[in-house]
Structure formats: C-alpha cells, structure tokens
C-alpha cells in the first residue's frame, strides 16, 4: 500500500505557473506509475498527465500538452507537475494517483491509490 499527500496548489493569475508535488509514502515508490487527474466543480475527474515507474515514459492530456510536466524522483518518492501558461479552465481540485498494474493508464479505474488532492483556481 501507498499513502500519497499533493501540495503545492493556490491562486495563480492566467498565464501563470505552479507546481504541484506529490508525496509518496509506504511501499517501493518506483513499484508504481503514478498519475495526475483534475477535477473540476461539477465535473468528472479527468486525466492530466501520466509518468511511467522510471520516469521514461510520459502521456499528456491534449488539453494540457506543452503547457505541463510530470517528473518523478525515485530517490526521494516525490511525483510533480509543473504547470505553466495557466488558464481559467485549469482551475479544479488536482489528485494524484498510483498504479500498480504493468503499464501506464488515462482512465481514473486504472489507478488503485489516491491522494486528498489540492487546489488550484486560475484567475483570468
């Protein structure tokens, strides 16, 4: 089992940057590819950005593509996204995710542990 804590969200104007981190704790980080969903009032959770076990291999969401990054140190059991030219339809509740299964997933099923989430509301 894994315990996964997200920081680093807040207020940003539009064209801004954050960067979201996500702590991992229990067992061996690098067992896992980890994910970032969003959720958005209203919404359903949705895909952001996917990180394979050693970090070689990364899928974005369309919506996001060039404007975000996920990296992963296996040293330190941490998953970030950097999040860059933020628009006010990236405002949502952001979650990090871990999957234990071969391989990597879009879809929120394929991921057995979650984080609480952080905020993040870009103002325009």
């Known amino acids: 089992q894994v315990q996964l804590v997200e920081s680093g969200g807040g207020l940003v104007q539009a064209g801004g940057s954050l960067r979201l981190s996500c702590a991992a704790s229990?067992?061996?980080?690098?067992?896992?590819?980890m994910g970032w969903f969003r959720q958005a009032p209203g919404k359903e959770r949705e895909f952001v950005a996917t990180?394979?076990?050693?970090?070689?291999?990364?899928y974005y969401a369309d919506s996001v593509k060039g404007r975000f990054t996920i990296s992963r140190d296996n040293a330190k059991n941490t998953v970030d996204l950097q999040m860059n030219s933020l628009k006010p339809e990236d405002t949502a509740d952001y979650y990090c995710a871990a999957r234990s299964y071969v391989g990597q997933s879009n879809s929120a099923k394929g991921y057995d542990y979650w984080g609480q989430g952080t905020s993040v509301t870009v103002s325009s």
């Open positions: 229990g067992r061996t980080f690098s067992s896992y590819a």
């Open positions: 990180i394979s076990r050693g970090g070689g291999v990364t």
